[in-house]
């Protein structure tokens, strides 16, 4: 099991930039894909971004590809995602978690989530 802790969430104006990060206790945090999902208000969690265990593989959704960045320090037990060219639409609650099971870019094959972090664009 890995406890999970993001950070660096704001408010921000329409074209800016941040960087959430995500920090991991316990010693298995390596071994898991990891990945960045995102709830607005009124509307279902959503898949964001995903980091194979080794970081060597990543995948995104079709709303931030191009514009997010997801990253991982194994060494640092931390994961990162650069979010630049933000947009109104981008506000929400943006989580990290583990992935576990089936398809990375489902909500449900994600466990151990974190407390999330506030995201504001504003236009």
């Known amino acids: 099991q890995v406890q999970l802790v993001e950070s660096g969430g704001g408010l921000v104006q329409a074209g800016g930039s941040l960087r959430l990060s995500c920090a991991a206790s316990?010693?298995?945090?390596?071994?898991?894909?990891m990945g960045w999902l995102r709830q607005a208000p009124g509307k279902e969690r959503e898949f964001v971004a995903a980091i194979s265990w080794s970081g060597g593989n990543t995948y995104y959704s079709n709303s931030v590809k191009g514009r997010f960045t997801i990253s991982r320090d194994n060494a640092k037990n931390t994961m990162y995602l650069q979010m630049n060219s933000l947009k109104p639409e981008d506000t929400a609650i943006y989580y990290c978690?583990?992935?576990?099971?089936?398809?990375?870019?489902?909500?449900?094959?994600?466990?151990?989530w974190g407390q999330g972090t506030q995201v504001t664009v504003s236009s």
């Open positions: 316990g010693r298995t945090f390596s071994s898991y894909a």
């Open positions: 978690a583990a992935h576990l099971r089936g398809s990375y870019y489902s909500t449900l094959g994600y466990d151990y």
